[in-house]
């Protein structure tokens, strides 16, 4: 019953305030309710009054009145305190799953102060910000990741209890931009590696089919770092591995070099593997299921094949939540050349 | 997971670790409290003044991080011992008064675990309804300032607990809350006038169960010159008609009329009754001739004061047996009540029936013995009547002085007043007379109360103080029924004719202990205006304002056309409240417009963009209407048409010199335009959302 209630509530608000990275908050769609002190402060009024009634004493009439009126203009205030804020999300956060991303948000106050507005989201919230009239303030809002992937928060809650606490306005921004997760890094064990540092390249190649080496003998423009030297210590032949697909090769991060785990286990491999070879320089490809990246280095680079573990198998966001319109707001280019296909 | 708990429990309300609370707000949590106490300062018991101030001045100490609050222990030690002394002070009576003595422990007590928003709310409860309380306890204008300024504080306090670090808080919240006020004033003016005052729902607990300073039900000799040094008011009187002359305002209260050793008691009405409703309908209209209205300060006792041969006029006091009125409940809060003299003296001047008789001729079975052979030896020689005037004589006759500070009378106390020391107050006299009387056959009995009155300011109203406060006697003489008999009137004349300052001038006596007292100055004419201007300033605020309720309220309501009852006042008040939030409501409104008046033109183009932003287009900066209305028709084909034609309506409006049409007919067909490319978004959706 509670939960169907909630549903309604949650789909009424949702018709509400539709998607959007910029909300202006006004009547529409801003809500006020009493907050638990503003209701203990109401069965106080009563309790007052009743006293009032009851010892006929019209100074406490009086002050029940003034005490009523007060709430009453607390309630203009708090509404005025957020109608007319603006606020834009300006950036989303990038981060590792578990960790909090930050989202940038940009509140500019209209004609009145905005005194005490407090930003929360899942749990995670901001102290209290000033703007005043007119003036724009960035915030940056942590939103706590769960799993890897596209975070895009529900909502994003805007409130404020100024000017007595004993009401709370609040208002939601649902964002239409998204945040990336990159999986949690595991260390990988030693399999690429393996290859390398085996005795024998039959020995350490990994049985699985798909990751099955060649070997063949070297020919002008095969990388150095290919060529098996253990082998060629103790034969003088110069031979090479060659992975079938170029999976497997220490320079390739491979999605299937990690037989019987399972998919984010592997991302969270990959991950660290990524982090490693960024750390040592190495210039690396990533080789995921249906994506290729080519072998290269530096940030852009390493950011690229990041996102394109955070978001392997998820899929993007809609820009609105019901099907009314497509999806044609790219709030974030990178990452969306790749990110269509499903496992 | 847990990383993210963690973090969720960091991002509580109170940023600070260490208490948690902003200083400024506490401190002004801290001043309402201490002005909340001052009216109460009278009432309270030393100990919980002291535990109080000692404990807020701990925790303002804790909050700049001088001290450390306590730890758990010693704070359960603090609260186990004062309120073990609150339980062995209180004894099991409850009465508002040992109510808001614990609220005020509670509140002292909490000083030390305010660490949180939460505690200061629950402060700012208790503080609230302290103030309440300090309602029932002081209704003076004075008063009522000071709880609505540690009201205010309150307030304050709260605005700068929930924006702590907003600059120039403090200044902003006053003027925030000023302009609440002032605009809510109004409404609570008018909520106070057409508020329908029930009468009580059910009988509350009294007030205070304490004696408090003025007549007691008991009299020995020495109280009421100890009650001769307080200048407390203890009713003020308005007549509807003339003033009676200075001594003829005798004030009956009771009757004392059983002598045990030294002490005057009762001998009937003892018994405890419960305390009824709050009734304060003091009666409304304009005053008769002959009637006049008392209102009295709390004396937590059930008399009212009366002139002799009077009739109650409200019925909030009843006449009972012996002329004395009573209230239903004890006079917990100030009282008004309206009686009337009768045109007619001497009424009941029936017979003595034998039981009655015997009561008012009780003496103890020994003692004073000089005072029962003078008895005997006037009631061989003289009838009734001349008995009495015979002890007046003696008295007039003979050295006895009226003092206040008379001689310590042990044993045999009447016969050392009438033969030896020859000195004494109103109590002892009267005493001594009633003794001699019932001695002498003659059934008399101690009649207490208060007698003359000062005039207020303007003179149009009686002040009666404590040191009015008197003992006479009345006797029964057969064919005249119950005469009043005053021996101070024969000893000290001035008394009775205009007051006791007069009386004990020589001595220099009066009020002699109260330094602060203004009437002690009373010969310092600036002193004596502004004391009672101020008196009479309160006087009116307490009939007017304090006293408006049921009756005085439904007699306003009379005067007003329309004939208003309780339930027409409860629609109204509805309707007050109602039309107050719906032009609260319309006044916001209409700043919210004022602010977004802008230009007719801007809004459509704003609109517009809103619907672009809908269909997934947004604008961007420096995009000019043209070009939107390519983006947008190439993601709604179907409103592509429309949206060009709109484009081009605005630039020729914006751009163009010289535009070809009206400026009405352009807004008119830009209206037109949105209207039809909102029907088109909608029907291609619609459409579109058919297949699958």
């Known amino acids: ?343 | 997971m847990r990383g993210l708990k963690e973090r969720s429990g960091a991002v509580s309300e109170v940023p600070s670790p260490t208490s948690g609370l902003p200083s400024r707000a506490v401190l002004w949590l801290i001043g309402s409290f201490a002005l909340l106490l001052t009216p109460q300062l009278d009432r309270l018991p030393i100990w919980l003044i002291a535990a109080c101030a000692v404990l807020a001045v701990w925790r303002c100490l804790a909050q700049y991080g001088r001290v450390r609050l306590p730890g758990r222990w010693l704070r359960a030690g603090i609260m186990l011992v004062l309120i073990s002394v609150y339980v062995a002070t209180v004894r099991g009576r409850f009465s508002v008064d040992t109510a808001a003595s614990f609220f005020v422990l509670a509140v002292g007590l909490k000083w030390l675990e305010t660490r949180s928003s939460r505690d200061f709310y629950v402060l700012f409860f208790i503080l609230v309804y302290l103030s309440t309380v300090n309602f029932l306890f002081h209704q003076e204008i004075h008063w009522t300032l000071v709880n609505l300024a540690a009201i205010a504080a309150l307030l304050v306090g709260l605005q700068v607990l929930n924006a702590p670090d907003f600059p120039g808080a403090m200044k902003a919240s006053w003027r925030r809350l000023g302009l609440l006020l002032a605009k809510t004033l109004p409404i609570v003016v008018l909520l106070f006038v057409f508020f329908p005052r029930m009468s009580p729902l059910w009988s509350v607990p009294l007030v205070s169960g304490e004696a408090r300073s003025g007549i007691s039900d008991t009299m020995r000799p020495g109280d009421i010159s100890s009650l001769a040094q307080s200048s407390e008011r203890a009713f003020r009187v308005t007549f509807g008609g003339e003033m009676p002359a200075y001594r003829d305002r005798y004030w009956r209260g009771l009757v004392l009329d059983y002598l045990d050793g030294e002490t005057w008691r009762q001998v009937a009405g003892g018994g405890y009754q419960r305390p009824g409703r709050v009734a304060l309908d003091g009666g409304v209209g304009d005053l008769g001739p002959r009637q006049y209205d008392v209102l009295l300060e709390p004396t937590d006792k059930r008399w009212a004061f009366a002139l002799e041969n009077s009739r109650a006029v409200s019925a909030n006091v009843v006449e009972e047996s012996e002329d004395l009125f009573r209230f239903k409940r004890p006079a917990d809060t100030s009282v008004r009540y309206r009686l009337e003299r009768e045109a007619t003296e001497n009424r009941g001047a029936t017979s003595l029936p034998p039981a009655e008789a015997r009561r008012y001729l009780q003496l103890p079975a020994t003692g004073n013995p000089r005072a029962r052979d003078l008895a005997d030896n006037l009631r061989r020689r003289l009838t009734d009547s001349e008995v009495l005037q015979a002890l007046l004589t003696r008295f007039r006759e003979q050295p006895y002085f009226y003092t206040l500070r008379p001689p310590q009378m042990p044993d045999n106390g009447i016969d050392t007043l009438l033969f030896d020391a020859k000195r004494g107050f109103c109590a002892h006299y009267a005493g001594a007379t009633v003794f001699v009387l019932r001695a002498a056959g003659i059934p008399a009995r101690v009649v207490v109360g208060y007698q003359g009155g000062d005039r207020g300011a303007g003179g149009d109203y009686l002040i009666v103080r404590q040191y009015d406060a008197h003992a006479w006697v009345e006797a029964w003489i057969e064919g005249r029924g119950w005469v009043r008999v005053d021996p101070t009137a024969a000893i000290a004349p001035d008394r009775i004719e205009s007051g006791l300052r007069e009386a004990v001038a020589e001595e220099g006596s009066f009020l002699e202990d109260d330094w602060t007292s203004p009437q002690r100055y009373n010969d310092i004419p600036i002193i004596q205006w502004a004391s009672l201007q101020l008196d009479r300033i309160n006087y009116q605020w307490q009939r007017w304002v304090v006293g408006y309720q049921g009756q005085s309220q439904m007699d306003l309501m009379s005067r007003l056309p329309g004939g208003f009852g309780l339930k027409e006042l409860g629609y109204l008040s509805a309707g007050i409240v109602g039309a107050g939030l719906l032009v609260a409501s319309l006044m916001s409104a209409w700043q919210v417009r004022r602010g977004e008046r802008r230009d007719a033109f801007r809004r459509i183009v704003d609109t517009w963009h809103l619907l672009c932003f809908r269909a997934g287009v947004p604008v961007r900066t420096g995009e000019t209407p043209t070009a939107l209305a390519e983006r947008l028709g190439r993601a709604e084909p179907a409103v592509a048409e429309s949206a060009r034609l709109f484009a081009r309506t605005v630039n020729s409006h914006y751009y163009s010199d010289n535009p070809t049409e009206g400026r009405d007919d352009q807004l008119q067909r830009l209206r037109r335009l949105l209207a039809t490319m909102k029907k088109q978004m909608r029907r291609s959706h619609s459409t579109a959302g058919k297949r699958p």
């Open chain 1, 1 to 343: 019953m509670k939960n169907l209630f909630k549903n309604r509530w949650k789909r009424w608000v949702n018709r509400r305030i539709p998607r959007a990275d910029v909300q202006l908050l006004s009547q529409k769609n801003i809500f006020i309710l009493p907050t638990g002190a503003g209701t203990v402060f109401g069965v106080l009024l009563l309790v007052m009054l009743i006293t009032g009634i009851n010892y006929q004493n019209s100074l406490i009439y009086l002050t029940t009145f003034l005490l009523g009126a007060v709430f009453v203009g607390a309630m203009h205030q708090t509404h005025r305190n957020l109608s007319g804020l603006e606020v834009t999300l300006v950036q989303t956060g990038e981060g590792i799953a578990g960790e909090e991303l930050p989202f940038r948000i940009r509140a500019t106050a209209g004609r009145d102060n905005a005194i005490a507005i407090r930003l929360s989201c899942d749990g995670s919230g901001l102290g209290a910000a000033h703007i005043s009239a007119g003036q724009a303030k960035d915030l940056t809002l942590p939103v706590p990741s769960v799993h890897r992937g596209y975070l895009r928060p529900d909502r994003i809650r805007i409130e404020t209890r100024f000017p007595f606490g004993l009401l709370k306005a609040w208002s939601w921004i649902r964002p239409a931009s998204y945040g990336i997760v990159f999986p949690r890094p595991v260390p990988a064990p030693d399999v690429g590696i393996s290859v390398e540092d085996g005795s024998d390249s039959e020995n350490s190649s990994p049985a699985e089919g798909n990751d099955h080496a060649d070997l063949r003998p070297w020919r002008e423009g095969d990388m150095s770092q290919r060529v098996m030297w253990k082998r060629y210590a103790r034969s003088g032949q110069m031979v090479v591995a060659e992975w079938e697909g170029e999976q497997g090769s220490p320079y390739w991060l491979d999605f299937n070099a990690f037989p019987g785990t399972n998919h984010e286990l592997r991302l969270s491999y990959l991950a660290w593997l990524v982090a490693e070879r960024d750390r040592s320089g190495i210039p690396f490809g990533l080789s995921l299921p249906g994506q290729l990246i080519e072998p290269d280095s530096g940030a852009s680079h390493v950011n690229r094949c990041l996102r394109a573990l955070a978001v392997y198998g998820e899929k993007r966001p809609r820009e609105m939540d019901s099907v009314r319109h497509g999806t044609r707001l790219q709030p974030d280019a990178a990452g969306s050349g790749f990110a269509e296909e499903g496992v």
